[in-house]
């Protein structure tokens, strides 16, 4: 099965009324995030990073890491969690990774069988790139310890929903299991 390690939302200035809950959420799981990303590259799975513009629509994704990393409040994690140059990268301006980007494309050039996702918020963007990737025939798994969230107690509520509705795989162990 060919998979694809989508990395949805990990640039952020965390300069937004959640951002300090989705900091601390992002520094908790930062190693498990990173482990995600280390893996699938040394697998040779394609990474995709889809982030939103925070506000700049100059299509420059190295800039806006480095705007992040200069101007936020998590340089740290930006840092850590950066795409290198073999990574793709693409912006989004809603919710869903697929909603009005070329990530649909972008997957069947990789032949993509399997998304596997990862990144922010748990409950908001991941959920819905999750759905929106079985509406587009994907098969998917949400990389539960590799994702980061404003609220605990309804990040349980989405990956149930997204398990239970919407027939989406939650991994709960290390990403060197996935399979």
């Known amino acids: 099965m060919r998979d694809v390690l989508v990395a949805v939302d990990v640039i952020n200035t965390f300069a937004h009324d959640d951002g300090g809950a989705l900091l601390a959420s992002f520094r908790s799981r930062l190693s498990d995030i990173e482990d995600a990303l280390a893996e699938a ?3 040779g799975t394609p990474v995709v990073f889809v982030n939103d513009t925070l506000g700049r629509w100059d299509g420059d994704a190295p800039g806006l890491v480095r705007w992040a990393v200069e101007t936020g409040k998590g340089p740290d994690v930006v840092s850590a969690l950066a795409p290198v140059p073999q990574d793709r990268f693409l912006f989004k301006a809603r919710y ?3 909603d009005h980007t070329a990530l649909d494309l972008l997957l069947a050039e990789l032949d993509c069988e399997r998304v596997l996702l990862c990144g922010a918020a748990t409950e908001g963007c991941v959920v819905q790139t999750g759905i929106h990737a079985r509406e587009h025939g994907f098969k998917v798994t949400i990389l539960a310890r590799a994702c980061a969230t404003t609220d605990d107690a309804l990040e349980r509520v989405a990956l149930a929903y997204a398990e239970q509705v919407g027939g989406i795989r939650i991994a709960r162990a ?4 996935i399979s």
Do not use: D, L, Y
């Open 96 to 98: 869903s990774a697929f």
């Open 174 to 177: 290390a990403v060197g299991s």
């Open 41 to 43: 590259r040394r697998r």
